[in-house]
């Protein structure tokens, strides 16, 4: 049985970091690109940042600069660290395991920035 388990999130204040995780089950992690998507409250899901297998990064532009996607392989485990949170960053983050026609996702974890 596959699992993305996610864990962080929380609420934080404007200019504040968190950091997120997704540790995988079920599957050889190394052979997937991962992915953290987010969701604001009556908007569409959006991608947010992702890596690949051989660790190429790409981001959105309002998180270029601010947010990191790792992972480790060993642990099989993908992190999303944010920096200098801003109120719209907040959403319910998703990350996500995709290989061919394999498409996983974890539970969703809330974050919410505010003062």
């Known amino acids: 049985q596959v699992q993305l388990v996610q864990s962080g999130g929380g609420l934080v204040q404007p200019g504040g970091s968190l950091r997120l995780s997704c540790a995988a089950s079920?599957?050889?992690?190394?052979?997937?690109?991962m992915a953290w998507y987010r969701q604001a409250p009556g908007k569409q899901r959006e991608l947010v940042a992702s890596?690949?297998?051989?660790?190429?990064?790409n981001y959105v532009d309002p998180v270029k600069g601010r947010f990191t996607i790792s992972r480790d392989n060993a642990q099989n485990t993908v992190y999303l660290q944010m920096n200098s949170l801003k109120p719209e960053d907040t959403a319910v983050y998703y990350c996500r395991a995709t290989k061919y026609v394999f498409d996983y996702w974890g539970q969703g974890t809330q974050v919410t920035v505010s003062s």
């Open positions: 890596i690949t297998t051989g660790s190429t990064t």
């Open positions: 079920g599957i050889v992690f190394s052979d997937y690109h």
